[in-house]
């Protein structure tokens, strides 16, 4: 995986990674990407202005999973502008799994919120994830309470993989999303497995820890349909 782009200067996200200390991050967004170019800068906004109503430092860490449309370029453009901005590029589609791995790898946040790009995972509820986290909490699951727009045919898949982990593995999986609070030391633990296949929610629910459960309501895309 590349961190900066093969051709011209890297980004001054680099410059901004060496000047501040990992100890100065409150949250690291960790966010990976597949073919999200069109509406990356608008996601990128509102879930800015969700950060900085915390008041809290915090940094993106993207991870563009072997886009073949213009992903990668967007993140340089908004790197000029977004020195909280870290960003790595795979050499081709690995999938989302080692894709959620490597921003985990990359953070440097006493605290890290997984979501996706789409604003799928509703920007609102970082506020009460970080809440959360601050009252003790050491992981944070968003749970969907209502699924959203889907073909029956996603659905049926979905609630039968769910319903299969859960009776395989004897932990509730229902509801189950990507979208998480990540404590420092959850992270570290989760990373420490060295999973060569990984099943994020599967194993950030078995290593333990103390958790919060957080029910939303699925919205639609920012644009377009899921690549994933």
């Not at 990976?32 to 906004?45: F, I, K, N, Q």
């Not at 990668?72 to 590029?89: C, E, H, K, Y």
């Not at 969907?144 to 609630?159: C, I, N, Q």
Request: glycine share 8%.
């Amino acid at each position: 995986m590349d961190e900066n782009d093969d051709d011209g200067p890297p980004p001054p996200a680099a410059r901004w990674e060496k000047n501040t200390p990992m100890s100065d991050v409150t949250l690291s967004v960790i966010i990976p990407l597949y073919r999200e170019g069109r509406h990356l800068a608008e996601s990128l906004g509102v879930i800015r202005r969700h950060l900085d109503a915390l008041n809290e430092t915090y940094e993106f860490c993207l991870v563009d999973d072997g886009s073949d449309d213009d992903t990668w370029q967007v993140i340089n453009t908004l790197s000029q502008s977004m020195p909280q901005l870290r960003a790595i590029r795979f050499s081709r589609n690995f999938g989302k799994e080692a894709a959620l791995a490597a921003g985990l790898e990359i953070s440097r946040g006493r605290a890290m919120i997984i979501m996706d790009g789409d604003l799928q995972h509703p920007p609102e509820l970082i506020p009460r994830m970080v809440g959360l986290w601050t009252e003790g909490n050491e992981i944070v699951d968003a749970v969907k309470s209502e699924r959203g727009r889907e073909s029956a045919l996603y659905k049926f898949l979905a609630t039968a993989f769910n319903a299969l982990m859960c009776r395989l593995s004897g932990f509730d999986l229902h509801g189950a999303s990507d979208f998480k609070l990540l404590d420092r030391r959850a992270a570290d633990a989760w990373l420490r497995l060295r999973e060569n296949r990984t099943f994020y929610r599967g194993i950030t629910e078995w290593i333990g820890f103390r958790h919060a459960r957080l029910p939303f309501v699925v919205p639609s895309r920012a644009d377009g349909k899921s690549a994933w």
